[in-house]
């Protein structure tokens, strides 16, 4: 039988529609001619063996397969089992072919029998080998080579299988792992090839992905694109490993945070069991519970797991704050409320250490709108008195930078505004850039920012039209590719599908500094404002598609001088009327109580104000508020905010559903007129008319 690479040079002449020269065939597989005349000759003896004409070889004519059309079928099929790769490899699939052969292996194996398989040179081996020993040692493990044996991979078996996980990360793409999952995985006949195909070609795609979304129920989480490809990589080795060698015994246990996360990993390891049909041995399961730890530690992650209600509020007051001096409601900004949310739960998450941004887009982003940068440093105390973090320069241009993007939002609608979803990979600074620079040189309508692995879900429930512009390949025809920063080829290749804006605030700076080169000027912010005001710059509100106040105090929520004697009587009675109506079980309440034994006061966000909540979205069924206004006021403890008169007990599924109701509720408690109205009335109906008034603010 012949080798690999006959194999493949026969397959090529008996497809190839022309004949080849030897110089064709020798630059295809990176090897001399003369290697190649021997595999010809090799070719030759099999077709002669096997009662077929041999090559036609000449040199003016090239090299092609003597036989007919039925004679070819036939070859064909007797390579039909042969394993040859239809196709050269790229070095990156390569590198993957390498990297399955030593995890699939305790015996060495050498250069040229790596050669063969591949169908390339020993030099061009030695390069693909090159490129990845530069990746280790990585911790125990390595490649060992020995001389005249060849090489294989050595060191514990957790530094083993993060390594190879580690070395995925560097090489490959989301939108590549979801593709391989979207086109079914491991089928022989399947037209599109995957690099992921070269390492894990005995791994069952749609499995892992089945295995990741348990994970995200149970962790009530949606992860982002590097989380997905950490769990991707890593659950796909493990499997790989079992496959090929079975049990591996040994592992420390597993140190979970908490009894929850404990039974989370006992869920998820179960869950791969299942999913997958292999069983988890004592040292698969701490690997499991290493992945676990892994992902909750994650700072993205902070803002899917961690319910900072009290933090939100806060935050709400430091938009406000920034808006009123700006003289723009921010508060209604869907996008603008997102990414403070998402950063202060990250800031918190992170204890303090601060996320690392690129300063080159930061000081293009402020220099086209200098004036923001003060004024978000002069609100910003109330945001670091809140949260209790004092926040370095970086974290600041990087907060203002939302605010410029957010300004570039306030703009008359007009009638052929064009709606946008921009997609990226997981980064969220050049999304950012990518936002700003649209709204500064199109009328558009950014209906939000998503991750890839987000796109597929995200647009089954998008009914009208919608433009989709990627920094990033999509799988999909409908959609625009550019650079976060719009290169010109960008702008003209965009100017065929949205309509164009009048100024943007590059063009602005330039008439300024314009201005100031050839006049004198008096008063620069009076200018700038003006010309702003020529340029039509002024707000706009967005529509929003959360739940409103309204929408979470229902009638049956709302209790009117209930009598009790201390604090404990009040949460209790108010998380029941949650319970009682479905909202919640009984365990929240207990969440809630645990929480408040520690550390009450801060449930206390204004004067006489309390919004007791757990920090988990756990035995949650709805988002829903409930209202106990108190006979006698009690105290939590709060020597600022003391004695409490109404507690509002919250529940929410998810960190994010709830901000348009919570941005509500904040007004709603900021305001005495309002906060006399709720302690004058004597009906349910009317503070429910009240809170439908706020809702429609």
């Known amino acids: 039988m012949l080798k690999n690479r006959g194999i493949y040079i026969l397959k090529r002449l008996l497809e190839g529609k022309t004949a080849f020269s030897l110089t064709d065939l020798a630059d295809e ?65 390569r590198m993957f072919t390498i990297f399955y052969r030593l995890l699939t292996t305790d015996e060495y194996i050498t250069t040229q029998k790596l050669a ?138 597993v ?41 909750l530690c994650d700072g993205n992650l902070a803002y899917k797991n ?12 430091f938009i406000d704050s920034v808006g009123k001096s700006l003289e723009v409601d921010f508060t209604k900004d869907k996008i603008l409320i997102d990414m403070l949310n998402t950063d202060i739960c990250t800031i918190l998450n992170k204890d303090r250490h601060p996320l690392e941004f690129n300063e080159d887009v930061h000081s293009y982003v402020l220099k086209l ?44 609608l007009v009638a052929d505004k064009k709606e946008v979803l921009i997609v990226c990979a997981s980064g969220q600074i050049t999304s950012r850039l990518l936002n700003y620079r649209l709204n500064a040189i199109f009328e558009v309508n950014v209906v939000d920012i998503i991750p890839y692995n987000q796109l597929e879900e995200y647009t089954k429930h998008i009914e009208e039209e919608i433009l989709i512009i990627s920094t990033i390949p999509l799988d999909t025809k409908s959609y625009i590719k550019v650079s976060p920063t719009l290169t010109p080829e960008d702008i003209r290749l965009l100017k065929q599908y949205l309509p164009t804006r009048v100024i943007d605030y590059n063009l602005l700076a330039k008439i300024m500094d314009a201005v100031t080169d050839n006049c004198q000027i008096t008063n620069y912010k009076a200018l700038y404002d003006s010309l702003l005001d020529i340029f039509g710059f002024k707000e706009y509100h967005r529509n929003f598609e ?19 004697d201390n604090w404990r009587e009040a949460v209790e009675a108010s998380g029941s009327i949650l319970m009682k109506n479905g909202y919640i079980k009984k365990e929240y309440i207990e969440d809630i109580m645990d929480t408040l034994e520690e550390k009450r006061e801060y449930v206390v966000i204004a004067k006489g104000i309390a919004l007791p909540h757990a920090r988990s979205f756990n035995h949650v069924n709805r988002i829903g508020m409930s209202i106990l206004r108190l006979k006698e006021p009690v105290r939590f403890g709060n020597k600022f905010n003391d004695p409490v008169e109404f507690i509002f007990v919250f529940c929410t599924t998810d960190n994010t559903s709830h901000l348009e109701a919570l941005r509500q509720f904040n007004i709603m408690i900021s305001d005495e007129e309002i906060l006399n109205e ?9 503070i429910t008319e009240l809170i439908k008034r706020i809702s429609r603010l």
Request: net charge neutral.
């Open 546 to 564: 959360r739940p409103l106040l309204e929408d979470i105090i229902r009638p049956e929520n709302i209790v009117i001088g209930y009598d009790c």
């Open 306 to 317: 961690i319910n900072y209600i009290d933090k939100q509020v806060v935050m709400l007051d």
């Open 29 to 93: 597989l990176s090897i001399s001619s003369r290697a190649v005349r021997y595999e010809l000759d090799e070719i030759d003896y099999f077709l002669k063996c096997n009662g077929f004409p041999c090559l036609i070889r000449k040199n003016k004519s090239g090299i092609g397969f003597a036989g007919n059309k039925a004679e070819r079928c036939q070859v064909l099929k007797l390579l039909e089992e042969s394993g040859a790769y239809g196709r050269i490899l790229s070095q990156e699939e």
């Open 255 to 295: 140190e979970a945070e908490d009894q929850k996360n404990r039974e989370i990993l006992k869920m998820i390891i179960c869950d791969i069991e299942t999913t997958s049909g292999l069983f988890l041995s004592s040292f698969d399961k701490y690997y499991a519970g290493k992945m676990l730890n892994s992902i």
């Open 369 to 412: 709108c200098p004036d923001i940068l003060p004024v978000v440093r002069a609100s910003l105390p109330v945001l670091e008195k809140g949260i209790g973090i004092c926040l370095n320069e970086n974290w600041l241009n990087h907060i203002a930078s939302i605010f410029v993007e957010a300004l570039q939002r306030y703009r008359p």
């Open 678 to 686: 709720l302690r004058k009335a004597t009906k349910k109906e009317q």
């Open 116 to 253: 063969d398989e591949l169908f390339v040179s020993r030099s061009t081996v030695m390069n693909d080998l090159n490129k990845i020993k530069r990746h280790y040692p990585f911790e125990s493990a390595e490649i060992q080579t020995v001389a005249h044996y060849g090489m294989k991979l050595k060191g514990k078996e957790e530094d083993i299988r993060d390594s190879v996980v580690d070395f995925m990360q560097k090489y490959v793409k989301i939108e590549e792992v979801l593709r391989s999952i979207k086109n079914g995985s491991n089928k022989k006949n399947r037209k599109e090839v995957s690099s992921l195909d070269y390492i894990f070609k005995d791994i069952h795609y749609a499995s892992v992905d089945s295995c990741i979304k348990k994970i995200e129920c149970r962790t009530n989480r949606i992860f982002p694109d590097h989380i997905y490809l950490y769990l991707f990589s890593s659950i796909s080795v493990m499997l790989l490993r079992i496959k090929e060698y079975g049990r591996y015994e040994g592992g420390a246990p």
